[in-house]
């Protein structure tokens, strides 16, 4: 990501998610031709040791020498790297679980590694005193964490974007996109799995983003203990977005009379949709 310093300065972070290219991670300069500043020459590291230094043809206009071995090569600074982050349902403990969107992260991985940046973040719900499921602002604290790991990890515009939540934590996934819309950041795919709010969970905004290319929702209509249940998407640009509706409403998972025969309910839809969800992720990804 390029951010500017407070002083002026431009600094691009990179974070390639390959281990082959983790030599290249950290923050460069950019720095152009010393008679010709109109021409850029290229992204320097800024902690470079000179373990390995061959003296190369850029200088500036204090005659410094640079490393050869220090510029940001091309292939890195263009290469796809996909992000995937997942919300799993609220922590209303407060012991930092994230649920099933923790075998999600496994199964992805075991099932596609290249390029890949793919993270479960916790739905922080208490700490945060949210009441209102359309609390802007508040919304934007429980999301910063994972608004910032996109942000770093983007080091150009052609990645793709991956985003899961379940429960409270779709409410947060769907909030994250629209984040993400600010900065012109278009995300492949969304998932959202019974997106609820407890008693609130009739007024969560159920409207996708046209930066949201296509939306797999799964719900049910049960309340749980505590209201919470799913309802059906709607894009808000249907010529931009793909919103696919399932309702799992009424269904049940497993064999009949066996231990693992269990009905669709708000508390179990996380798990019983798991490889439907998973099977999408790395369909999208390939």
Same mark, same amino acid.
């Given at each position: 990501?390029?951010?500017?310093?407070?002083?002026?300065?431009?600094?691009?972070?990179?974070?390639?998610?390959?281990?082959?290219?983790?030599?290249?991670?950290?923050?460069?300069?950019?720095?152009?031709?010393?008679?010709?500043?109109?021409?850029?020459?290229?992204?320097?590291?800024?902690?470079?040791?000179?373990?390995?230094?061959?003296?190369?043809?850029?200088?500036?206009?204090?005659?410094?020498?640079?490393?050869?071995?220090?510029?940001?090569?091309?292939?890195?600074? #263009?290469?796809?790297?996909?992000?995937?982050? /997942?919300?799993?349902?609220?922590?209303?403990?407060?012991? *930092?679980? &994230?649920?099933?969107?923790?075998?999600?992260?496994?199964?992805?991985?075991?099932?596609?590694?290249? +390029? /890949? %940046?793919?993270?479960?973040?916790?739905?922080?719900?208490?700490?945060?005193?949210?009441?209102?499921? !359309?609390?802007?602002?508040?919304?934007?604290?429980?999301?910063?964490?994972?608004?910032?790991?996109?942000?770093?990890?983007?080091?150009?515009?052609?990645?793709? &974007?991956?985003?899961?939540?379940?429960?409270? *934590?779709?409410?947060?996934? @769907?909030?994250?996109?629209?984040?993400?819309?600010?900065?012109?950041?278009?995300?492949?795919?969304?998932? #959202?799995?019974?997106?609820?709010?407890?008693?609130?969970?009739?007024? &969560?905004?159920?409207?996708?983003?046209? !930066?949201?290319?296509?939306?797999? !929702?799964?719900? @049910?209509?049960?309340?749980?203990?505590?209201?919470?249940?799913?309802?059906? !998407? #709607?894009?808000?640009?249907?010529?931009?977005? /793909?919103? %696919? +509706?399932? %309702?799992?409403?009424?269904?049940?998972?497993?064999?009949?009379?066996?231990?693992?025969?269990?009905?669709?309910?708000?508390?179990?839809?996380?798990?019983?949709?798991?490889?439907?969800?998973?099977?999408?992720?790395?369909?999208?990804?390939?």
């Amino acid at each position: 990501m390029l951010e500017q310093s407070p002083s002026g300065l431009w600094t691009l972070t990179v974070s390639t998610g390959d281990p082959k290219d983790k030599k290249w991670e950290g923050r460069y300069r950019p720095y152009f031709n010393a008679c010709n500043r109109s021409i850029f020459v290229g992204f320097y590291k800024e902690d470079y040791d000179g373990t390995r230094c061959t003296n190369d043809q850029h200088t500036d206009l204090r005659g410094k020498k640079f490393c050869a071995e220090a510029w940001l090569p091309e292939s890195i600074l #263009t290469k796809k790297t996909d992000i995937v982050v /997942l919300y799993g349902g609220a922590d209303l403990a407060s012991d *930092g679980d &994230v649920g099933s969107a923790g075998s999600i992260v496994r199964e992805v991985t075991s099932q596609h590694d290249s +390029n /890949l %940046d793919i993270k479960a973040f916790v739905s922080d719900f208490w700490g945060v005193g949210i009441i209102d499921p !359309n609390d802007v602002t508040r919304l934007s604290v429980a999301t910063e964490e994972c608004y910032r790991f996109i942000k770093t990890k983007l080091n150009k515009e052609l990645e793709s &974007v991956i985003i899961y939540g379940y429960s409270w *934590g779709g409410v947060l996934a @769907q909030h994250l996109t629209k984040r993400l819309k600010e900065d012109h950041i278009t995300v492949k795919l969304l998932i #959202t799995i019974d997106a609820a709010a407890g008693y609130k969970s009739d007024i &969560v905004s159920r409207v996708i983003g046209n !930066n949201v290319e296509e939306n797999l !929702n799964i719900y @049910q209509t049960e309340p749980s203990s505590i209201l919470s249940r799913g309802y059906p !998407n #709607t894009a808000e640009n249907s010529e931009k977005t /793909l919103v %696919d +509706n399932f %309702d799992y409403s009424n269904t049940y998972a497993g064999t009949p009379g066996e231990p693992d025969f269990v009905e669709t309910t708000h508390s179990s839809i996380d798990e019983i949709s798991l490889p439907r969800v998973t099977k999408k992720i790395i369909e999208t990804l390939n």
